[in-house]
T-cell receptor, first 110, second 115 residues
Framework: KQEVTQIPAALSVPEGENLVLNCSFTDSAIYNLQWFRQDPGKGLTSLLLIQSSQREQTSGRLNASLDKSSGRSTLYIAASQPGDSATYLCAVKLGNQFYFGTGTSLTVIP | EAGVAQSPRYKIIEKRQSVAFWCNPISGHATLYWYQQILGQGPKLLIQFQNNGVVDDSQLPKDRFSAERLKGVDSTLKIQPAKLEDSAVYLC?????????????FGPGTRLTVT
């Protein structure tokens, strides 16, 4: 069974800092990996989707990388803003199943 | 483009009662997913539909949970009878199809409290 781990569980940074969130998975035979953000009481918003054949994807201040062989992905957020405060989840697709991590709760302090 | 719609947003029931949730996916999205997210955990996929057929329901507790997607559009998820451990947020998501390159789009969820 696929295990997805996210470290750290919580992170607090001052506004303007660059930061990295980590996601690791045990089975490297994934189809893709997706990063989401979840705001309190709301559903998930897709941020970036990386196919298994890709190494990274970028959108604005966000950059996600994927290293399938080592079972790792990182989400890099540049110049963090208070509006980035949310829980960030990664999910991997393996066969017909999707496996989510438990998330990293990010707080950006003004 | 309208997003994924879910109702109700909140539901409180007593154990052993029944409850149903409704989901309307993004127009044109063939694939629909139901997830259960328990507080402090990541979402767990319960069932996946491609049009009105079931692709995967391996993690659906079939003794008490059921889901259908008649006509390949809207879907309902039912719990009968509910247990305390069913308290969670139930999320519906959709994607254009179930290909590996397809992003999932989520609705706001239904928060269920079983007392």
């Amino acid at each position: 069974k696929q295990e997805v781990t996210q470290i750290p569980a919580a992170l607090s940074v001052p506004e303007g800092e660059n930061l990295v969130l980590n996601c690791s998975f045990t089975d490297s035979a994934i189809y893709n990996l997706q990063w989401f953000r979840q705001d309190p009481g709301k559903g998930l918003t897709s941020l970036l989707l990386i196919q298994s054949s890709q190494r990274e994807q970028t959108s604005g201040r966000l950059n996600a990388s994927l290293d399938k062989s080592s079972g790792r992905s990182t989400l890099y957020i540049a110049a963090s803003q208070p509006g980035d405060s949310a829980t960030y989840l990664c999910a991997v697709k393996l066969g017909n199943q999707f496996y989510f991590g438990t998330g990293t709760s990010l707080t950006v302090i003004p | 483009e309208a997003g994924v719609a879910q109702s109700p947003r909140y539901k409180i029931i007593e154990k052993r009662q029944s409850v149903a949730f409704w989901c309307n996916p993004i127009s044109g999205h063939a694939t629909l997913y139901w997830y259960q997210q328990i507080l402090g955990q990541g979402p767990k996929l319960l069932i996946q539909f491609q049009n009105n057929g079931v692709v995967d329901d391996s993690q659906l507790p079939k003794d008490r949970f059921s889901a259908e997607r008649l006509k390949g559009v809207d879907s309902t998820l039912k719990i009968q009878p509910a247990k305390l451990e069913d308290s969670a947020v139930y999320l519906c998501a959709s994607s254009l199809d179930r290909g590996r390159w397809r992003e999932q789009y989520f609705g706001p969820g239904t928060r269920l409290t079983v007392t």
